[in-house]
């Protein structure tokens, strides 16, 4: 049973079931999936997580199924995991076009539907940022529980202070608030300290690291999504700027990592 609201629930998976037949890699990946000159191909890019050969590894929130191909060529058994129907078609097609087999599972990140202490790894990459911040608190405890002791997990949530995000947030109040839009898989975003202290009731180890700094690409609104602010020409020398900053954040200056539009946490059962 994966519905616990149902009128919620209802209107949440409907977004990411249509979202699969408009433009999947669009609604999972958003402007990265539009600027490849500056993020690269994501689609089966290598997982940015270590794979073991024979490791059980859960997908949690695996939409099209981008990351499972590359786990699977590791030598993983790797699991994934959606809530929408229509991504797990997506993912079981990209998977078996590439001649992979997948186990794919309908389900929901808040209700796992394995028993406890079955992954040696598990990740959620932009899955948390849809859910409200009670239902990612759950998440982190369905991980927890499915995790085998000294087992990890890798989960990317979107930073607060990011000057991307925090301009997200502004438009984002101002569509939901002021022009009474709807939006049931609105961004939450998490403050370094508020992820940490989250994974830190539940996780013996708790290491954030920070990605991706960059300006704000496009205003956030229903029209204007697609609509790039900053010229092509441009993009190559943001990212090599974006790296030297990231390699601050991660090393020296950690209190750069506030700024990052992408933290990455990894805990450890
Ligand atoms: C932004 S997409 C990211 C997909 C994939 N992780 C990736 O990086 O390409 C979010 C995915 O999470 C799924 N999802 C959302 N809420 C979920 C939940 N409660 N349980 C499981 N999957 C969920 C959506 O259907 C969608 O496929």
């Known amino acids: 049973m994966i519905v616990r609201d149902k ?33 690269g191909d994501l689609s089966d890019a290598p997982p940015p997580f270590p794979v073991t050969s024979g490791a059980r590894i859960l997908d949690l929130g695996c939409g099209w199924g981008r990351v499972l191909g590359p786990v699977l060529d590791g030598g993983a058994h790797a699991v994934g995991l959606d809530i929408s129907e229509n991504m797990l078609n997506l993912a079981k ?32 990459l932009l899955v948390l940022q849809h859910l ?43 569509s939901i608030h002021l022009f009474r839009l709807k939006d049931p898989i609105r961004m939450r975003f998490y403050r370094v300290g508020e992820i940490r202290k989250l994974c830190k009731l539940l996780y013996k180890n708790c290491t954030i690291t920070a990605h991706q700094f960059r ?33 601050l954040a991660n090393g020296p200056l950690g209190f750069l990592k506030r700024f990052g539009v992408v933290l990455m946490v990894k805990v450890e059962k």
């Open 7 to 39: 009128d919620f629930y209802d209107r949440f998976i409907k977004i990411w079931d249509e979202g699969a037949v408009k433009d999947a890699p669009f609604i999972t990946l958003g402007v990265e999936a539009i600027l490849q000159d500056f993020y």
């Open 93 to 124: 097609n990209h998977l078996l076009k590439n001649k992979h087999k997948p186990l794919l599972v309908r389900g929901d990140g808040t209700l796992l539907p394995f028993k406890d202490k079955s992954f040696d790894l598990v990740y959620s």
């Open 215 to 247: 300006p704000p690409w496009n205003l956030h609104t229903r029209l204007t999504w697609h609509y790039i602010l900053i010229p092509k020409r441009f993009h190559r020398s943001l990212r090599k700027i974006s790296d030297k900053i990231e390699r």
């Open 132 to 174: 409200s911040k009670k239902n990612g608190r759950l998440v982190l405890k369905e991980i927890f529980r499915i995790l085998k002791p000294g087992g990890a997990a890798y989960i990317r949530v979107p930073g607060r202070f990011a000057p991307e995000n925090l301009l997200f947030s502004l438009l984002q109040f101002v």
